[in-house]
């Protein structure tokens, strides 16, 4: 049974930092694209980041480029989303997902597994 934890969520003030952790278990950690996604209320999913599984290149949404890296510890089955200069407008409930074997894409119907979400909250 695949299942994908996030941990590391929580309140920050405005310009602070916060690191997204997702430990996968049930597959082949090392195949799978793995991507971060994030929804607040009352908004759409966005794709937020996603790292390939085998050339280890990344891409990134507009609104979060040069704020958040992406990266992955395949001896740990985990990926990571360091979080920087954090504003309110980044609060959302956080998901990670996996895509067997796919391109690093933000397109969430690609994605074939999906973590349970975890809240970041920035406020002052």
């Known amino acids: 049974q695949v299942r994908l934890v996030e941990s590391g969520g929580g309140l920050v003030q405005p310009g602070g930092s916060l690191r997204l952790s997702c430990t996968a278990s049930?597959?082949?950690?090392?195949?799978?694209?793995m991507g971060w996604f994030r929804q607040a209320p009352g908004k759409e999913r966005e794709g937020v980041s996603c790292?390939?599984?085998?050339?280890?290149?990344?891409d990134y949404a507009d609104s979060v480029k040069g704020r958040f890296t992406i990266s992955r510890d395949n001896a740990k089955n985990t990926v990571y989303l360091q979080m920087n200069s954090l504003q309110p407008e980044d609060t959302a409930t956080y998901y990670c997902?996996?895509?067997?074997?796919?391109?690093?894409?933000?397109?969430?119907?690609?994605?074939?597994?999906w973590g349970q979400g975890i809240q970041v909250t920035v406020s002052s």
């Open positions: 790292i390939h599984y085998g050339d280890l290149s990344t």
């Open positions: 049930g597959f082949t950690f090392q195949y799978q694209t």
């Open positions: 997902a996996a895509l067997t074997g796919g391109l690093c894409v933000l397109a969430g119907d690609f994605y074939d597994y």
